[in-house]
């Protein structure tokens, strides 16, 4: 489950990244990367959204390289 969970924690590190970059830039890495239409149209509130949501991610990245403390049995 643990491995599980860290894959998990990079796909959410990767989708707020390109919400940062579709955020702040209007470009979506995901689409550039893939295939298709790199440039985005968003509102002002969304785009603030999406960068929010990226400096979420940003913030979690040293989560992935954390160990999990030993929990104590009493």
Known sequence: MEMLSRIA?????VGAINWLLVGLFSWDLVAALLGGDAAR???L????????VG???????PTLFRDRAPVENK
């Open 45 to 52: 509130l969304s785009r603030i959204i999406y960068s929010l």
């Open 9 to 13: 924690l990079v796909l959410v590190i």
């Open 41 to 43: 149209e968003s509102s």
């Open 55 to 61: 400096i979420s991610g940003l913030i979690l990245i």
